[in-house]
């Protein structure tokens, strides 16, 4: 559903919503809009590492956003 609202949302706007180069970026742009996933997901993460520091810093440093929670 998440994926579809997106979709729908750049066909009608005609830009993409993210505009990430990669996944790191599209993390970024994701929890600037709607926050940190809870974390009890993260928790569960396998790829948790790559996108979050072990407090649970989003690692965004080319946009230059950094947030620390919990």
């Not at 994926?3 to 599209?26: A, D, M």
Request: one cysteine or more; charged letters at 20%.
């Amino acid at each position: 559903m998440w994926s579809l609202g997106c979709i729908l949302g750049e066909l009608y706007t005609g830009h993409p919503l993210f505009p990430g180069r990669n996944e790191q970026e599209q993390i970024c742009f994701i929890v600037q809009l709607i926050d940190l996933p809870p974390k009890s997901m993260l928790d569960k993460a396998k790829r948790k590492t790559v996108f979050f520091g072990k407090s649970i810093v989003v690692l965004c440093v080319e946009n230059h956003f950094n947030r620390i929670d919990f």
